[in-house]
């Protein structure tokens, strides 16, 4: 390595002087509302436990009792010996649960990204992704050999654009890619048009569902449900990471043919150890939460409007949505400095929120994350809700 370490050092030295540098704070007790840090007790704002069951006892109980019964690991990708009758009963839950024939699980949904366009699609065919979508599905496109478009965030004439150029160069099959909710804006795609467009150019529409599977919709289906088109939407994917316990593994959803065929060639799924079986008996138990009790996705919901009415009583400058996700912009050129500054501030009077900037998110667009979870207390929003005034406070003054 002559000569590479002073290149890698110099490289970081410029993230560092940017102020790029990810820092990662360490946690010393289970996820949760209320978690330690080495800083001290903390709030956390900032984790994808919507409907807070990472923690949950059910939950806990369910994976602890399988380690017992089922071993801790697998050692063996799936279809040497690596399939417990577990893993098949995980996969038709989700099926029935987002309403699709059958589903296939991936040790993450990154893998389940990764793995599914170059299965379904050739050199003869086009993929057209939504410019916003997440790294996952833009690294799963560029393995696939198709002919790749790319349209603007929820843009419906330019996605119209694109589908016109990628029938124009006669395509066999057209997929169209989307986010069902965009991670750092909680916006939630425009399926029902998306569909409409699709079904007009022939097209199959996919969905990462990953921030919606489990608390959006009536039923916490994901955002198909909440935008009627569970009957539209041909392929989902998603993730057991968040909602659905906050473990790990992610899953594509589809048609027989789909999940049938993604067994006997998707590389993520062939060449990797099986989820982990007490991760399957945990995501079993919070998917079956997540299914029968309506009342955490309400409360969900409570949180969610109390913190954009306080926040906006309180003359913080929000993007407008519907998801528990609620980023608190920061525009401008000193933007990223202050949404930092405000975090770090946060943190230090036991509130735990993450600063976002360029080039995660567009610059002059900094922000504060701030995801709300169902096992928030209405007093634990309020705090919050205070924490950021007081942060911003102490920031302008300084």
């Excluded at 893998?111 to 057209?128: K, M």
């Excluded at 995801?371 to 309020?382: F, G, K």
Aim: charged share 25%; aromatic share 6%.
């Amino acid at each position: 390595m002559y000569g590479v370490r002073e290149q890698l050092a110099a490289e970081l030295a410029d993230i560092e002087a940017q102020g790029l540098t990810k820092h990662e704070r360490q946690i010393t007790t289970p996820q949760s509302s209320h978690i330690g840090t080495t800083q001290g007790e903390a709030l956390n704002f900032c984790a994808n436990n919507y409907l807070g069951l990472a923690n949950n006892p059910d939950v806990v109980t369910a994976a602890r009792d399988a380690l017992d019964e089922w071993g801790f690991g697998m050692a063996s990708v799936r279809f040497i010996c690596g399939t417990q009758t577990q893993h098949r009963d995980l996969e038709k839950a989700i099926a029935d649960f987002v309403g699709t024939q059958d589903a296939i699980l991936f040790p993450s949904c990154f893998d389940a990204n990764g793995g599914i366009f170059e299965v379904i699609l050739g050199p003869e065919d086009a993929i057209i992704s939504d410019e916003l979508n997440h790294a996952s599905i833009i690294d799963g496109v560029r393995l696939s050999k198709a002919d790749r478009y790319r349209y603007k965030n929820r843009d419906m004439d330019d996605l119209r654009s694109q589908l016109q150029a990628a029938r124009g160069q006669d395509s066999r099959r057209i997929l169209i890619a989307t986010d069902g909710a965009f991670s750092m804006d909680g916006y939630l795609a425009p399926l029902p048009e998306i569909c409409d467009l699709a079904e007009e150019f022939g097209a199959m529409v996919l969905v990462d569902d990953s921030h919606a599977t489990g608390f959006i919709g009536e039923g916490g289906r994901g955002s198909h449900e909440a935008r009627g088109v569970m009957d539209r939407v041909d392929i989902l994917t998603g993730t057991l990471g968040k909602a659905l316990g906050g473990g790990s593994g992610g899953y594509v959803a589809g048609p027989q043919e789909v999940v049938d065929l993604l067994r006997q060639r998707a590389r993520p799924y062939l060449f990797s150890n099986a989820v982990a079986p007490s991760v399957v008996a945990g995501s079993l138990k919070a998917l079956e939460i997540a299914r029968d009790s309506d009342e955490p996705r309400a409360q969900l919901r409570r949180n969610a409007e109390l913190f954009r009415s306080l926040m906006t009583e309180a003359g913080f400058d929000l993007l407008p949505g519907e998801h528990p996700i609620v980023p608190v912009m920061f525009r401008g050129e000193d933007g990223a400095r202050r949404a930092t500054q405000v975090a770090d501030a946060m943190l230090a009077t036991g509130v735990y929120v993450i600063a976002f900037s360029f080039p995660v998110v567009p610059k002059g667009q900094a922000r504060i994350r701030v995801q709300l979870s169902a096992a928030h207390s209405e007093d634990d929003v309020r705090t919050c809700v205070d924490a950021f005034v007081a942060a911003r406070s102490e920031v302008d003054t300084v």
